[in-house]
Nanobody
């Protein structure tokens, strides 16, 4: 059974920081690509950041230079460090994983609310 469990969301003031975590089970974590998606009210789900098994990262332009994705294979966990948060970052953030495209498994999401 593949499970992805996000944590770390909450309410933060604009300019503040949060770190999201996603604990994975049921996959060979070290060989899977991990990603963070978000979905804001009235908008479609979008890919925020991804990290491959080799550590290569990609970011949406809207979060580049503010967010950092990382992984700890020993803990089967992927992180999203979010700095200089803006009101536009308010969304439900989802952890996802894949071996090949598209993403195959999804977590339940964690709410991030940024107050201006």
């Amino acid at each position: 059974q593949v499970q992805l469990v996000e944590s770390g969301g909450g309410l933060v003031q604009a300019g503040g920081s949060l770190r999201l975590s996603c604990a994975a089970s049921g996959i060979i974590f070290s060989i899977y690509t991990m990603g963070w998606y978000r979905q804001a009210p009235g908008k479609q789900r979008e890919l925020v950041a991804s990290i491959t098994s080799s550590g290569s990262t990609n970011y949406a332009d809207s979060v580049k230079d503010r967010f950092t994705i990382s992984r700890d294979n020993a803990k089967n966990t992927v992180y999203l460090q979010m700095n200089f948060l803006k009101a536009d970052d308010t969304a439900v953030y989802y952890c996802a994983t894949r071996l090949h495209i598209p993403y195959d498994y999804w977590g339940q999401g964690t709410q991030v609310t940024v107050a201006s």
